[in-house]
């Protein structure tokens, strides 16, 4: 806990330093009016205002002469003053406070979640593949809200309410012993009794905070599920078993929030009695020990400002604790470690690669898994066109993801051109690589945006030349805008055929020199198959092509077929090859009655 609050102070805090100091240089001004002010005025200020001629002369005239020489009414006026200008100083300390502190941690959260996404990008696919998207979307989201809205309402009471108290306990300590009762001291064992329960509420807040942020997390996962399957939800008749895991998860969290507002609600009470006791001990005392009217209200002042600061104090504290729980959370992401990193000295790609792509000895498992690829060796010349295949599981789409580095190789090494994959930055690297997959998804935004994100700076020319090329273009006369048509989340309002003609429009903007086709066309039918085909093999003319693919028929125009059996090359060679001499291809062919690919085949 100590090491992630030293690098949360060294990553965040540091940075804003100017606005650390500004903060506690307000909050010290606004503290000392409050806590020393205030106490400081009722013993001096007071007596000069209600001072009757015969009367003992007033100890601040004892303090200043100059006042002695001046008219009773000059006198009157100054004393009268003083107060409106202590409040106005503490006013204006207090303001300029709470703008600073607000501004400090909407600076810090907007750092933090900055740093959190950034971070979930650079993450290994492996990880995010392994966590829930509405906890992560959770952590980002409503974490980085939960401790802006947090910080927002204490932040300013963490600066000042401590520095004020210390100033009330540093008036009262020095009444005492100006009026020589340092006995009447003891009401400081009542301070201690105000401390414990922000120390020990505090724990259990943190970690019921924790927890309900969980329950946010699993309560979005819910959310986020369900509407991602509304299809299959209504074809299942699963609205019921929908409802009933809401309402699981809605329990849950509201249980942990309900314990969690006890016990910050818990300080004010326990506060309140505690203040009442010490003040009442101080009259007391202050009564057996004959004080007089105007200190004994200095000192019940300086007490009273002393425990006011602690309550408002422990409820900030408390509400930081509250804090805690999703500063875990975020702190879990940022600490999580980046396996598949850029080398400190990169090398430098070519502009355009050849496309040669060599795998060396691979072996690659998940954490904690057996090997999904084992001891591969084999050599793709740039230019060609090799299909993968292979029973599910067989390690076909993982053999294709090792190129981009989405996962990082557990024995062995992917090259490029000779280069290996890692020993380039990601950037340079994915450069080079356009990919198709099963799964067409599209970004909200228009159809041309969407086109020209396969690479920064495409012209208008090249983005109509890539929608031609990927027949876009003969389905814009049913779109309201054309090309400026926008579309929703996932490419929502165009079919499955239209949102693939959409990406492989992308992958031609891209025009890189390595496709990788991952089941490009397994979620369309037949009729769509049989028509996004001319365009898939209008792209891989000409690059290095993988075609990762369960059905034969999008295999006509390969060079080689690569077929894969638990995470081991079995069969290399072209169709007429595979059919004559690999068992297993011959199975998956047969199984299929798929139509032969051509026999131009290296």
Excluded at 210 to 232: K, P
Excluded at 368 to 377: A, M, S
Aim: hydrophobic share 45%.
């Amino acid at each position: 806990m100590i090491n992630r609050m030293k690098k949360f102070i060294e990553r965040f805090l540091l940075p804003q330093i100017f606005w650390v100091l500004a903060s506690v240089l307000t909050g010290l001004v606004a503290a000392a009016a409050s806590g020393l002010g205030v106490p400081l005025m009722i013993k001096f200020v007071f007596p000069v205002v209600f001072h009757q001629s015969g009367q003992p002369e007033p100890e601040l005239m004892q303090y200043v002469p100059q006042l002695a020489e001046m008219s009773s009414r000059t006198v009157l006026l100054l004393a009268c003053a003083s107060l409106p200008a202590i409040f106005i100083v503490r006013g204006l300390a207090m303001w300029i406070n709470t703008v600073v502190v607000n501004v400090l941690g909407i600076r810090l959260l907007e750092s933090l979640r900055t740093a959190v996404f950034h971070h979930v990008q650079q993450l290994p696919l492996a990880f995010l593949e392994g966590k829930r998207k509405g906890d992560i979307v959770s952590r980002v989201v409503a974490d980085t809200s939960k401790v802006q809205t947090v910080l927002s309402h204490v932040s300013n009471d963490l600066v000042k309410q401590p520095i004020t108290c210390a100033c009330a306990l540093f008036a009262f300590i020095w009444l005492l012993i100006n009026n020589g009762r340092w006995e009447m001291g003891l009401v400081m064992i009542f301070v201690g009794l105000a401390a414990w329960p922000v120390i020990n509420f505090g724990k259990r807040i943190s970690v019921k905070s924790l927890r309900a942020q969980e329950g946010l997390g699993e309560l979005n996962t819910v959310v986020q599920q369900n509407l991602e399957t509304q299809r299959e939800v209504r074809a299942y008749a699963m609205e019921e078993r929908q409802i009933e895991s809401f309402e699981q998860a809605s329990a849950h969290y509201c249980r942990n929030t309900v314990k969690l507002v006890k016990y910050q609600r818990a300080i004010i009470p326990i506060m309140e009695t505690v203040t009442a006791l010490a003040l009442s001990f101080l009259l007391v005392t202050g009564s057996l020990f004959g004080m007089s009217l105007d200190g004994f209200m200095a000192l019940a002042a300086a007490m009273f400002f002393a425990f006011d600061s602690m309550k408002r104090a422990g409820m900030a504290f408390n509400r930081f604790n509250e804090a805690q729980g999703p500063m875990q959370r975020l702190a879990d992401i940022l600490d999580e470690p980046n396996d598949i990193d850029d080398p400190e000295n990169p090398l430098t790609m070519p502009e355009r690669v050849k496309g040669d792509i060599t795998f060396r000895n691979v072996t690659f498992a998940y954490d904690g898994c057996k090997p999904v690829l084992r001891d591969v060796n084999v050599s793709i010349p740039a230019g060609q066109i090799v299909g993968l295949v292979g029973p599910s599981g067989a390690g076909k789409t993982t053999f294709a993801s090792l190129i981009p580095r989405f996962y990082e190789v557990t024995e062995g090494s992917v090259l490029i051109d000779g280069m290996d994959v890692r020993d380039v930055t990601r950037h340079d690297l994915r450069e080079q690589l356009a990919i198709v997959g099963q799964q067409a998804l599209l970004f909200a935004g228009t159809i041309r945006e969407n086109i020209a994100l396969g690479r920064e700076g495409a012209t208008e020319e090249e983005i109509n030349v890539a929608a031609d090329a990927a027949r876009v273009s003969a389905f814009l006369d049913s779109q309201p805008q054309g090309m400026d048509t926008v579309l929703g989340q996932g490419g929502s309002g165009l079919s499955g055929g239209q949102r693939q003609r959409v990406a492989i429009a992308r992958a031609f903007v891209k025009d890189a020199p390595i496709l990788i086709l991952d089941e490009a066309t397994a979620s369309l039918d037949a009729e769509s198959e049989k028509e996004i085909q001319q365009e898939l093999d209008s792209l891989a003319q000409g690059r290095t092509t993988l075609i990762v693919a369960h059905r034969f028929s999008t295999l006509r125009n390969a060079h080689r077929i690569l077929v894969f059996d638990h995470g081991r090359i079995v069969g290399d060679g072209s169709h007429a090859e595979l059919y004559e001499s690999c068992p297993l291809y011959r199975e998956l062919y047969d199984r299929q009655g798929a139509v032969a690919p051509h026999e131009n085949e290296a």
